[in-house]
């Protein structure tokens, strides 16, 4: 009996040795679950130095900044406290596989947050990269709602390039009036359009010129308001700084620059991009950079960063921050005169960036070489009963008021959500004019979406056009929910589905989310719809996806998990259960 418990004592010992060697040797890693609690509101603050009603989290625009790790889970929980104001927010650039309805969208995977309610997100972050969040409901985005989402690599995972520290910048346009007005307007006969913006913020600062108001001295707009100090990245002399950049803005396409200081573009929406180096980035609204910048000036001084608007003349000022060189005081202003970036109507550059974004040789997703069906968008824009409108096709979206996810999985009534004839998949290539204002500006309205083949490869080509003013093309950034897409390719003047298909990039395309399409111009996109749901695609523009600029896909629906009850209780599920 002794010797039995001898021999049992020491196959314990020798498991416990083996299981200690394991931990050692084969570290386990386990996801994390990560928690926020959110509290939506107004609250008076003076991002540019005029003081006006914003929307904050948790008393700050922009929001915290969401840190992760690959395979984490995150949970926000989102209370809306706007007492007035429904509320949605979409995870820019997270797919959400498995999990549609945490998507965000307001009409096409949710029903708006009441006010008063409290929203529970749940969702995998399934890569690392740079990503945002923003209000999804009306035009609140441009309202202050918005925010970064870091996701970084699981442990003992490296990124393809070296830095020694690592900084988030999110740019944005900021507009004195209301999101109410803007979008009253909008929506009126006659059209009032929302104007320039007034400011640029850089992480949610910039400075307005208070003496441009007709009563300065009431006290709305005050420049020496702490809000509105520019912001600071301070570095230390020699050292290299991963910058992740992102641009949420309202309207403006935007360039970034660093005085005195080139860089190298290394990530773009989360895929690592052969690196090259330039003195300024473009962004387009929704689209996210990672930059290495090495700190290799004069320690002895700050230098300015810019941001200025491109692509429309530009009436706001150039937005300011500082790059200060410890130990220089870090409110010390730079004694140069800030540059206002390239010239805002020269195209080539953009395009010539746009060109230039590839993958990474040794991380390259090769696409499927055809695909199963093409679809081609015209953006124009027209007029429905007197309405200005933006549409694809001749056709304007308009968003249903039950969210096309819960009818489709819960099989309801149809066609009293929404129109069962899908949207047009071309336009008359032949005779339609691209430089010239249509011949007939009329559009029609739908809220009909498109119903792919599960796990089929499909092209989208977006063709710019004249707008309702001669000799007038605007820059559209396009945004894909739910999917990233190859960029096969941009071109000048109108796509030839014969000509130009041959001279798609099939070898190293970059992977994306969102995409410019450039004025008189043409960008080829192909994505396979292999995640389950609906998802939104339209103009990351507020508002020109508010005056009808997107469509929506369909796939797989039938594979989508039991929805939660809670994103019910509008349209036709008004009588389902919410907690």
Not at 173 to 202: M, N
Not at 277 to 284: A, D, E, G, I, P
Not at 409 to 425: D, G
């Amino acid at each position: 009996m002794v010797k039995i418990l001898e021999l049992h004592r020491t196959s314990v010992k020798l498991f416990d040795l083996w299981s200690l060697i394991c931990l050692v040797a084969f570290p386990i890693v386990e996801a994390r679950v990560r928690h926020y609690r959110w509290d939506v509101k107004y609250e008076y603050k003076s991002p540019d130095c005029f003081q006006k009603l914003v929307m904050t989290i948790n008393g700050g625009t922009p929001g915290p900044t969401i840190l992760a790790q690959q395979g984490d889970t995150i949970v926000v929980e989102l209370k809306n406290s706007l007492l007035t104001e429904n509320i949605a927010i979409h995870w820019h650039g997270i797919r959400q596989i498995g999990t549609p309805w945490s998507d965000g969208t307001e009409g096409v995977t949710q029903c708006p947050i009441l006010p008063g309610d409290t929203f529970t997100y749940k969702y995998v972050v399934d890569r690392a990269g740079t990503f945002m969040y923003h209000g999804h409901y009306g035009m609140q985005r441009e309202a202050g709602l918005y925010g970064s989402i870091i996701v970084s690599l699981p442990s003992g995972a490296s990124e393809p390039f070296a830095y020694d520290y690592d900084r988030t910048i999110i740019l944005n346009d900021w507009f004195h009036k209301s999101t109410y007005e803007e979008a009253t307007g909008l929506s009126s006969i006659p059209f009032v359009w929302v104007g320039e913006p007034q400011s640029l913020l850089i992480n949610g600062r910039g400075r307005y010129n208070c003496y441009l108001l007709a009563n300065p001295s009431l006290g709305a707009c005050n420049v020496t308001n702490p809000e509105c100090l520019p912001h600071v990245v301070t570095v230390i002399p020699g050292k290299t700084y991963r910058l992740r950049i992102g641009s949420l803005t309202a309207l403006s396409a935007l360039s970034f620059q660093i005085e005195g200081h080139n860089f190298t573009v290394v990530e773009a929406d989360g895929h690592y991009v052969e690196p090259f180096v330039t003195k300024n980035l473009f962004l387009y609204s929704g689209e996210t950079y990672s930059i290495l910048v090495k700190a290799n000036q004069d320690p002895s001084r700050n230098f300015w960063m810019t941001t200025s608007v491109v692509g429309r003349e530009p009436k706001t000022p150039t937005g300011l921050a500082i790059l200060n060189y410890y130990p220089t005081h870090f409110r010390k202003s730079p004694s140069t005169v800030p540059t206002t970036g390239p010239a805002w109507n020269d195209t080539a550059p953009r395009l010539a960036q746009s060109l230039a974004i590839k993958a990474l040789q040794g991380t390259i997703h090769t696409p499927p070489p055809t695909s199963d069906k093409t679809i081609v968008l015209l953006n124009t824009q027209n007029k429905i009963e007197g309405h200005v409108r933006w549409s694809l096709n001749n056709v304007s979206f308009s968003i249903p008021y039950t969210p096309y996810l819960i009818a489709l999985k819960e099989k309801l009534n149809l066609s009293h959500v929404f129109e069962q004839k899908p949207p047009p998949e071309n336009y008359d290539f032949n005779n339609y004019d691209i430089y010239s204002v249509a011949k007939n500006v009329n559009a029609t309205s739908s809220n009909g979406l498109y119903r792919l083949k599960f796990n089929s490869t499909v092209d989208v080509v977006l063709q710019n056009a004249n707008t309702m003013t001669a000799n007038n093309s605007e820059i559209h950034p396009w945004h894909l929910h739910g999917h990233d897409f190859w960029v096969l390719g941009y071109g000048k003047g109108k796509f030839d589905i014969t000509k130009d298909v041959a001279k798609y990039n099939l070898v190293n395309p970059i992977m994306k989310n969102t995409v410019p399409v450039h004025p008189y111009g043409w960008t080829a996109l192909r994505f396979r719809a292999d995640n389950p749901g609906v998802w939104a695609f339209h103009c990351h523009i507020e508002s020109h996806f508010y005056m009808g600029m997107g469509v929506v896909f369909e796939s797989g629906v039938e594979k989508v998990a039991k929805l939660p009850s809670f994103i019910m209780g509008c349209g036709e599920t008004k009588s389902y259960h919410r907690p």
